[in-house]
């Protein structure tokens, strides 16, 4: 590993050749890898599966483009789980052994631990935390979160924003969304007081879809005298939400959206709905400085691939790099095991300057409420843009886009901006 925590990567070509004997996946000209996620029976609403899949195509073509890895190129066979049969995929794959790791963020990624109990090495997403949580072999881009823990990043937009009485909205059906509730409640609970900051409508159990709208719920947050609003829905529900807020004079409320960021369609569509609302990235977004990082190779290799740069595809692209830096650290006579060893070793890992630095010594362990530090990042961090004028806009320092936080700090303190460029 280099001075960084990290593998050093160079232009190319990548390791060496030395021809290698059952190992999934691999033959003497590649190394085949398995997207396994949810495409045309995703009940969201947003793209999954087709933007994962641009995002690893994109990174695989370009280093390919520079000779491969260990003499081989990266191919990617994409996997459709249909929604209800993850499962069953995931066991397909297993058996098949013709597949060295797997990538994805499915909805329901229920074959995850039964890849993972298999050795295969697996890159999926914050989704996926709960399931990723003390499991050596599942990698998530800014490693395994506590999605129930207070954190400061709720605290900087309410600021930001000027507000103050906060609304929090989350479906009764889904564990993950009233565990990001109970996560944002904390957050208020924890730090908000001194600052004048306090959830004060709070509501975990809105049925999922919003069939029947929202407008008791607005009307209530009208009545406790809401100024921002957090969710943890879907991007279709937050529109609804939004159009109540319009009928109901409260359309200058801020929001934060979901999986919105690259969203074109979405953004410019309801460009005048979705006005000054934020949207919070675990990565460098698209409208920083890209010196000294990988994101002009992200931009230069998803156009090349006529592929739109979304939220999912820039995930998947983090995960591709964590698979290819850990081939690339475990050395020419590599295999899954070996792969996943030599990823645990990383303990500054940044995916060539576009996340936060992960120790993968303690991040495969989740924080808790009562301890962010002993497996929580050396810096919590988060870049905020807003959308203006239907399109994102980077808030705070181009070079420095990250708003870091220091976990061991118990108090809230204004982050400090931060860059992990190379």
Excluded at 8 to 25: A, D, M, Q
Excluded at 336 to 356: C, E, I, P, R, Y
Excluded at 361 to 371: E, L, V, W
Aim: include cysteine; proline fraction near 5%.
């Amino acid at each position: 590993a280099g001075e960084s925590g990290d593998v050093e990567v160079g232009e190319g070509p990548h390791g060496s050749f030395e021809s290698l004997e059952g190992v999934p996946g691999v033959t003497d000209d590649e190394i085949r890898v398995a997207l396994l996620s949810t495409g045309e029976a995703n009940p969201i609403g947003y793209c999954l599966l087709q933007c994962q899949a641009d995002g690893i195509q994109a990174y695989f073509d370009w280093r390919n483009s520079q000779g491969g890895i260990h003499g081989r190129d990266l191919v990617l066979d994409v996997i459709d789980d249909e929604f209800a049969n993850n499962q069953l995929r995931a066991a397909e794959i297993i058996d098949g052994g013709e597949h060295f790791a797997v990538i994805g963020s499915p909805i329901m990624g229920t074959g995850f631990i039964d890849l993972a109990d298999a050795g295969v090495p697996v890159y999926a997403s914050t989704v996926q935390s709960d399931i990723a949580a003390g499991v050596e072999n599942i990698f998530t881009p800014v490693g395994t979160i506590c999605i129930l823990c207070p954190a400061k990043r709720n605290i900087w937009p309410v600021q930001d924003a000027g507000a103050s009485k906060v609304g929090i909205l989350g479906f009764g059906i889904a564990q993950a969304s009233k565990d990001c509730v109970a996560g944002q409640k904390a957050s208020y609970d924890t730090w908000g007081g001194p600052l004048g900051i306090e959830a004060v409508y709070v509501n975990d159990d809105l049925p999922f879809g919003l069939a029947n709208g929202v407008g008791p719920e607005v009307s209530a947050m009208q009545r406790a005298g809401v100024d921002f609003i957090q969710t943890c829905m879907d991007q279709n529900s937050v529109l609804v939400l939004e159009e109540e807020l319009e009928r109901q004079g409260m359309g200058d409320v801020p929001i934060v959206l979901p999986n919105a960021y690259g969203d074109e369609a979405y953004l410019t569509t309801n460009a005048a709905l979705l006005e000054g609302d934020y949207i919070g990235l675990q990565y460098r977004p698209l409208e920083a400085d890209p010196a000294g990082t990988d994101l002009g190779a992200l931009v230069e290799w998803m156009e090349n691939g006529d592929a739109a740069i979304t939220d999912w595809a820039i995930i998947s692209w983090i995960n591709a790099d964590q698979l290819f830096r850990g081939l690339l650290a475990a050395g020419p006579q590599f295999d899954q095991q070996k792969v996943v060893d030599a990823t645990n070793q990383f303990t500054a890992s940044t995916s060539g300057g576009l996340t936060h630095a992960i120790d993968w010594t303690r991040q495969h362990d989740s924080p808790t409420p009562d301890d962010a530090v002993t497996h929580g990042p050396a810096l919590d961090c988060i870049a905020y843009v807003t959308v203006q004028d239907g399109k994102a806009v980077l808030v705070g320092d181009e070079e420095k886009p990250h708003l870091c936080w220091d976990p061991t700090i118990d108090e809230y303190e204004d982050p400090v901006a931060t860059s992990f460029a190379g």
